[in-house]
């Protein structure tokens, strides 16, 4: 089993920043692609950024140059820095990692739990 635990939302006035945390641990062999997906009320869930274990990065147009995702592969964690915030940005932010486990060497994707980001204006 593999769980991801998502840390770092909250309340932010417009120009603001935060920063998400997303861990992964379980039976872990190793991990692909890590990224962060947001969901804002009575919208589709959207890709925000996405990073390859090799550090290869990917971004929504609405936050390039405004956001920053990177991972720490010996802890197998994802983070996503996120500067210059605007209203638009409010919604339930979620982790997502591709992993291999080690009871089959099968790929998985898994999902956190999500983490609530609003941006006052």
């Known amino acids: 089993q593999v769980q991801l635990v998502e840390s770092g939302g909250g309340l932010v006035q417009a120009g603001g920043s935060l920063r998400l945390s997303c861990a992964a641990s379980g039976s872990i062999f190793s991990v692909n692609k890590m990224g962060w997906y947001r969901q804002a009320p009575g919208k589709q869930r959207e890709l925000v950024a996405v990073?390859?274990?090799?550090?290869?990065?990917d971004y929504a147009d609405s936050v390039k140059g405004r956001f920053t995702i990177s991972r720490d592969n010996a802890k197998n964690t994802v983070y996503l820095q996120m500067n210059s915030l605007k209203p638009e940005d409010t919604g339930v932010y979620y982790c997502?990692?591709?992993?291999?486990?080690?009871?089959?060497?099968?790929?998985?994707?898994?999902w956190g739990q999500g983490t609530q980001v609003t941006v006052s204006s």
């Open positions: 997502n990692a591709r992993v291999q486990v080690y009871s089959t060497l099968r790929w998985y994707d898994y």
């Open positions: 990073i390859t274990s090799g550090g290869d990065t």
